[in-house]
Nanobody
Framework: VQLQASGGGLVQAGGSLRLSCAAS????????VGWFRQAPGKERQFVAT????????YYTNSVKGRFTISRDNAKNTIILQMNSLKPEDTALYYC??????????????????WGQGTQVTVSS
């Protein structure tokens, strides 16, 4: 599975961005897909994930109510809609995927495939 993240950019606080994680090579409709972010000098941090089976979603507390993760199976793409952005959301955002099994969805080491990052910068 190859993943391509896109949609980042520069936005003012309170604005919105829509990140896309486009998959190729095989369908990811049954894969779990997560979004992580990494600020300079910090570790990769869990943001949101959508399960492969059932489609349950989970978010880190700081983005609940502002971010929404969803699937577009027709386009083999995972979307992260980010609203009410804050300067502390500034980071390089990555999408990762894994195929099934039991795992800690907040741990980036549990994901098997990664795309390149897309930069999100929120100005105050």
């Amino acid at each position: 599975v190859q993943l391509q993240a896109s949609g980042g950019g520069l936005v003012q606080a309170g604005g919105s961005l829509r990140l896309s994680c486009a998959a190729s090579g095989r369908t990811v409709s049954t894969h779990a897909v997560g979004w992580f972010r990494q600020a300079p000098g910090k570790e990769r941090q869990f943001v949101a994930t959508i399960r492969g089976s059932g489609g349950n979603t989970y978010y880190t507390n700081s983005v609940k109510g502002r971010f929404t993760i969803s699937r577009d199976n027709a386009k083999n793409t995972i979307i992260l809609q980010m609203n009410s952005l804050k300067p502390e959301d500034t980071a390089l955002y990555y999408c990762g995927a894994r195929k099934g099994g039991s795992y800690d969805y907040t741990n980036p080491n549990e994901y098997h495939y990664w795309g390149q990052g897309t930069q999100v910068t929120v100005s105050s």
